[in-house]
DNA sequence: AAAACGGGGCA
DNA sequence: TGCCCAGTTTT
């Protein structure tokens, strides 16, 4: 049975280690999620894998692991790709940045070790887009290095189980949870417990409504016996999303549009989006068709506006976006529009990887009648 | 230590 | 609507 430590610092008890993960790993037996990316020791397939479920849900990932592994099923065939391929697979998904580090991770290694990922935690760390929790990951699912892979999972489950107070967002809870869960990890199967107790936490202690009746644990679960499951674990302070204005152009010539790809140190780096301009505050209708004139991209043209869209509030996680997207015809492409912007026409725009905001705009207002090619 | 970085699903 | 998801990087 569960054997109870008792620590004299903090009020709460240990797990004997060999109990909490055998019996983790007999729940593990019978409740396995059947995951693609666990049919593998393939590095290369696992480290695709974890980057895509960084922070995001598995039903939401999946179709995108398969999709980016027909399409780069080697590490040597993402490495040799262009980027806009990586770009093109990953639209839609959210933190591009992921699938840039991917693709220059994979080069990394092309060209730092020999085009095989390396073996170790401790050099799996050195890999772009590898942190703490994807190369303990990396590590013990392909390699079997007993190293704990941390993820929110963990988290919860830990601070339930243990009473960890610590705001799990802090340096501090890294190193605390990293510990608790260096501890419990066994040597023998370091691949499998982590996979478990993740599961165990995306199955059975969920962060809504865990199945606390039907745990194995609850016994000794500090939460369940405290009545503190719905407070544990701790989260930080929850960021204010800041508001931005963002105007597009969804400039008609001839059936044609422009676009241009994003490069900014910013949102959606790497994607393409139609000209725009960013405004400090929402516009009336007397200020859009002032700010539309004085749009240096327009100058020399005759600019006819064809349609204006609803204001369009699309959410992200730290920003809310207030877009219009502004279809108008010009009689004649100015250089400074020609020279910096792709010209294109509409039905080529899906070649390019967009932000959802564009895409879903596209798919919701029928703006086809708008780009009609004249003779 | 804190902010930046997407998008979707669920009560 | 708010929370949170197989987090990492930059400031």
């Not at 430590?5 to 059947?34: H, V």
């Not at 960890?164 to 869960?181: C, H, K, Y």
């Amino acid at each position: 049975m569960l054997k109870v430590k008792f620590d004299e610092k903090k009020f709460f008890f240990c797990f004997d280690t060999m109990d909490f993960s055998s019996i983790l790993l007999k729940w593990y037996a019978s409740n396995a999620r059947e995951l693609p990316w666990r049919n593998t020791t393939d590095p290369y397939s696992i480290w695709v894998s974890e980057v895509i479920l960084q922070q995001t849900r598995v039903a939401q990932g999946l179709p995108y692991y398969y999709r980016f592994m027909e399409r780069f099923p080697t590490l040597q065939v993402l490495a040799n790709a262009p980027l806009d391929d990586v770009m093109r697979v990953w639209q839609g998904l959210g933190y591009y940045t992921r699938a840039r580090n991917l693709y220059y991770g994979a080069r990394q290694v092309m060209d730092e070790f020999g085009g095989r990922l390396p073996s170790t935690y401790l050099q799996l760390l050195k890999i772009k887009g590898l942190g703490p929790y994807s190369a303990a990951a990396v590590a013990s699912f392909a390699f079997g290095e007993p190293v704990p892979a941390v993820d929110g999972n963990v988290f919860r489950i830990l601070a339930r189980l243990f009473g960890v107070f610590t705001p799990i967002d802090s340096q501090a809870a890294r190193r605390e949870f990293f510990n608790l869960a260096q501890e419990l990890i066994p040597h023998d199967n370091p691949g499998a417990f982590n996979q478990a107790i993740i599961d165990y936490g995306a199955l059975q202690c969920t962060p809504k409504s865990p199945q606390c009746s039907i745990c194995p644990f609850s016994e000794f679960c500090y939460a369940f016996q405290n009545n503190l499951v719905n407070s544990l674990p701790i989260k930080g302070k929850r960021i204010i999303p800041r508001d931005r204005f963002f105007y597009y152009f969804m400039i008609s010539h001839q059936g044609d549009t422009f676009i241009k790809k994003r490069t900014n140190r910013d949102i959606w780096h790497s994607l393409y989006e139609f000209p725009m301009v960013e405004q400090s505050k929402l516009l009336n209708s007397e200020e859009l068709v002032k700010m539309i004139s004085g749009v240096e991209l327009f100058q020399g043209a005759e600019v006819v506006v064809l349609h204006v869209s609803d204001v369009i509030k699309h959410k992200l996680s730290h920003l809310n976006i207030w877009a219009t997207f502004i279809i108008l015809e010009i009689d004649k492409p100015p250089y400074i529009l020609l020279s910096n912007y792709i010209k294109l026409s509409v039905n080529q725009l899906h070649n390019y990887s967009l932000p959802r905001l564009i895409d879903s705009y596209m798919a919701a207002e029928p703006v086809e009648q708008y780009f009609i090619k004249q003779k």
